[in-house]
């Protein structure tokens, strides 16, 4: 299967520049774009630069896409004022071009932090309440809802990836259960890509690591299936620097951006 036009955004970022490589076998032509530098374009490339808080910008980079990799935006916790134009107008102007254009799937970056709230150890599924940790998560929360309602007003049909910790290896404890190799993480895109039914999906994005949060069984008909794991990493993810027990970072699935801000700047 290959998507004959695949637009992807962020593209210059840490997971933008790993799925620009290994979505590549699976896009016969692949629009890049980002408002950071993204270098040449190879031969099956498009660079389109554009700032997602720019309506008619974001307007003319959906139009002609056949399915929509979408990653920009503000990736960290921030004040509210940073994340709004890129990740609250930006989610927004992203599906109206959809809708516009006529683009009939996307695979939406969300985040865990949509679930931050919840206590460690708790295993959770797409059914469980959200409990955004922080402005980042609030923004990805909505994000959530605005795929939700552009598939049940327009059938535009999403996967939310809630993803964990997708970096080359983990830090810490916490990334041990949240971690999602890139090699799932490609995997995981590439089934929400062609599921022959994705309707509105709520999945988890992390690796087959020992301990688990989450739960993906509402997901099951993607037939993603995590190869890699966090287990071959532990003995350097342990020895790294921890919260104490009672502290936040180490209580809440979030971690650190559940006691990240309120960024007074008044
Ligand atoms: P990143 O911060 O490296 O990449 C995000 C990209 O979005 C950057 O290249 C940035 O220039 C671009 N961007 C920011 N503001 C923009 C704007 N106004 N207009 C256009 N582009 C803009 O983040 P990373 O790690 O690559 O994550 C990709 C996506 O996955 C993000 O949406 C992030 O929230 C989400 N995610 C990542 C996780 C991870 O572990 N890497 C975990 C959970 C979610
Ligand atoms: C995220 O949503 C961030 O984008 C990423 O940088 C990590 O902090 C990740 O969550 C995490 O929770 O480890």
Redesign the pocket.
Known sequence: DVISRLLL?????????VLRESLQPFAGHMRL????PLGPPAPHEEIVP????DKAAVDALVAGCDAIV???????ERPFEEIL??NIQ?IFHLYEGARRHGVQRVVF?????VIGFHKQGELLDANSPRRPDGY?GLS?SFGEDVSRFYFDRYGIETAC???????PEPKDRRMLITW?SYGDLTELVRCCLFAPRLGHTIVY?ASANRDKWWDNKEAAHLGFVPRDSSEVFRAKAEAAPHPPADDPAAQYQGGGFVKAGPFDTL
Do not use: M, Q, W
């Not at 955004?9 to 997971?15: D, I, N, R």
């Open positions: 955004t962020g593209a210059a970022g840490g997971l933008g520049r774009s980002d408002i950071a554009c700032d997602l808080a979408h990653l920009g935006g503000v990736s960290v134009g890129p930006g970056a969300s985040s865990n932090h980042y990805k990836l809630r993803i964990g910790s997708s970096f999602l994005g």
